[in-house]
């Protein structure tokens, strides 16, 4: 019978593994720890990730998805917002625009100042013909976060046409 330790071991040597850039040898070590915990939440998120990096999106999804309401074990908050982005941006990537939108609000409601999470919502949005919301989203995570000197001088400017992108209001 296999420890906590040694999960968290052999755990720690797949993520290491995926992230010298083998995720297929990443994906067989995590795959054979799902079988030993499969409501283990952080072991789904990372077997999730691995079938991520060999685009192997729609196969990533459940593992997403588990790690996201595994009951014996909850993901960091730190790895539930990735989760989030990774479950949000593969149902995107999958056309599964109507999911990926109602994950990345999720996402982007849990973690306001995450970056990533409303540019992702933005392209779903977008995949969607929500242009409007979609160009806002951008345009005010751009005055926010640019450090291009010229954006910074006009951010005002920017974040006000944001709410209204005909420019039109006086």
Not at 34 to 61: F, K, N, S
Not at 121 to 138: D, I, V
Request: aromatic share 8%; hydrophobic share 40%.
């Amino acid at each position: 019978m296999t420890t906590i330790s040694e999960r968290n071991v052999r755990l720690a040597e797949a993520v290491r593994v995926r992230e010298q850039g083998d995720a297929a040898e990443a994906r067989r070590r995590l795959l054979a720890l799902g079988e030993r915990w499969p409501q283990d939440a952080e072991i789904a998120y990372q077997t999730a990730w691995a079938h991520d990096a060999l685009g192997l999106e729609a196969e990533a999804v459940p593992f997403y998805e588990r790690a996201l309401t595994a009951a014996s074990q909850r993901l960091t908050p730190g790895d539930r917002c990735e989760a989030l982005l990774g479950l949000g941006s593969t149902y995107r990537v999958l056309g599964r625009y109507e999911d990926a939108e109602r994950t990345l609000r999720t996402a982007v409601a849990e973690y306001p100042e995450h970056g990533a999470l409303q540019a992702f919502l933005a392209m779903t949005l977008f995949n969607r013909g929500q242009y409007e919301e979609s160009t806002r989203l951008l345009l005010e995570l751009l005055a926010a976060t640019s450090e291009d000197p010229t954006v910074r001088a006009f951010h005002r400017a920017i974040e006000m046409y944001a709410k209204d992108l005909d420019g039109t209001a006086g």
